[in-house]
């Protein structure tokens, strides 16, 4: 469980939620990822701009990777080539080469791309191609090529998106209005979205 104002994640068991532990982490954790091989947890420490690695199963720190410019929002490919950040206060996203066997700087950036006014979340499809974001404050929605690091497409979506989910057969995107009562759903699908 993450604990953003006291920079710290409390390891809690599952059967009993009695505390075991509280691990230290950067300044401002925002979210906690699994990664596709199951691991690692990784925790975003936005004001931090770092990342802490946590074992799943052990509840221990693996490492901390700094130099990752406001980690508000982050997602691997499911091949685990690429690592993606949505930096929410700076208004751009980040894509990693993941380089594990280079212990000191295991993420080499590869494009920052100009995003509108707060990305907020990010889906990864399961062939690794696209990312999707939400562009909070702008209320937008963009889809990005893994492969050229360049934006695809970008659309008008309803007030405030936050969270994106794919559907498993990478066709439906439902996409979380955090400033309505709705989810709006996109067929991706194609070269276009369709609402």
Excluded: C
């Excluded at 499911?78 to 993606?84: E, G, L, R, T």
């Excluded at 990693?96 to 280079?102: A, D």
């Excluded at 970008?154 to 057969?169: N, R, W």
Aim: negative net charge; aromatic residues 8%; glycine residues 4%.
């Amino acid at each position: 469980v993450l604990n953003s104002l006291d920079a710290t994640v409390s390891v809690i068991d599952g059967a009993s939620f009695a505390p075991l532990r509280l691990l230290p982490t950067g300044k401002e954790p925002h979210h906690l990822y699994l990664t596709p091989d199951e691991k690692s947890l990784i925790v975003a420490n936005a004001q931090a701009n770092s990342l802490t690695f946590i074992d799943p199963a052990q509840g221990v720190i693996q490492r901390t990777v700094t130099g990752i410019v406001d980690p508000y929002h982050l997602r691997f490919s499911p091949d685990m080539k690429w690592f993606v950040t949505a930096a929410n206060r700076f208004n751009h996203i980040d894509i990693y080469r993941w380089q594990p066997e280079q212990a000191e700087a295991p993420m080499q950036l590869v494009q920052r791309i100009a995003a509108s006014r707060t990305p907020s979340h990010l889906m990864i499809d399961s062939r690794s191609s696209v990312v999707y974001a939400s562009i909070q404050d702008s209320d937008e929605l963009m889809a990005i090529d893994l492969a050229t690091q360049q934006p695809r497409w970008k659309i008008p979506v309803g007030k405030m998106p936050a969270d994106v989910f794919l559907t498993p057969d990478d066709r439906l995107l439902l996409v979380a209005l955090t400033g309505d009562e709705v989810v709006e759903v996109y067929d991706v699908s194609g070269a276009m979205p369709r609402q």
